[in-house]
């Protein structure tokens, strides 16, 4: 791959973080980059053009837009996630970097890997604590505008990490210390209000 550092660091933290949000759509979108032949995928990410794999993510990516816009079942879909999401954005940022590193490629797999599934586990935390404690809103439209936020910041993001990664960066910082901030304090409220509703059970 003909990528410099910048772009290869730019383009695997997209990948991770991306894949935390929405990782079917990421699958589809860099699975359309490759075919239509916008980026040089490494041939071990070339598989995501084929046809057959465009087209399962692009189903499963139209299920996730449908679940994720639904109170309840967006955290039921978050919760099977965890299991999936997390690995999958470690794998395939170590697919990227590995296939760019050549002969180096396994130990820079492994430490993209951990890079990799660190942001896309920050992600996905930030996104399933923080659509739990919208549900417990009575009114639909925070927990709406949140699933539209995380559409459109995926392919916002992995536009940026191509085509601006020197923008990417700064924004990407913001949205990492936004998340975390979510994550701490939507776990608060949720236990918080997890006693709440203990206490009368308990008396």
């Known amino acids: 791959m003909n990528l410099d550092a910048t772009h290869l660091l730019a383009l695997a933290a997209a990948l991770g973080w991306a894949s935390g949000l929405r990782l079917y ?52 879909w978050d919760g099977l996630h965890t299991f999936i999401r997390i690995p999958a954005g470690a ?19 492994v430490v993209a890997a951990l890079l990799g599934g660190g942001l896309a586990a920050t992600a996905h935390a930030a996104k399933a604590s923080t659509r739990a404690a919208a549900n417990t809103s009575p009114e639909p439209f925070s927990n709406l505008g949140l699933s539209l936020l995380g559409d459109v910041a995926v392919p916002g993001m992995l536009w940026l990490a191509w ?11 913001l949205a990492l210390a936004v998340m975390a901030t979510l994550i701490w304090f939507c776990f608060k409220f949720l236990r918080a209000l997890l006693r709440r509703v203990r206490r009368p059970a308990s008396a």
Do not use: N, R, Y
Request: contains cysteine; proline residues 7%; hydrophobic residues 60%.
């Open 25 to 76: 759509l990421t699958v589809l979108l860099v699975g359309i980059a490759g075919h239509w032949g916008w980026v040089d995928l490494p041939p071990s990410l070339q598989v995501l053009g084929s046809p057959w794999v465009m087209a399962c993510a692009a189903v499963l990516a139209l299920v996730e837009f449908g679940a994720d816009k639904i109170p309840l079942v967006d955290s039921a």
């Open 91 to 109: 794998a395939l940022v170590a697919s990227l970097v590995s296939g760019w590193a050549g002969d180096q490629g396994q130990a820079w797999g």
């Open 163 to 173: 085509a601006h990664p020197l923008l990417f960066f700064p924004l990407l910082a």
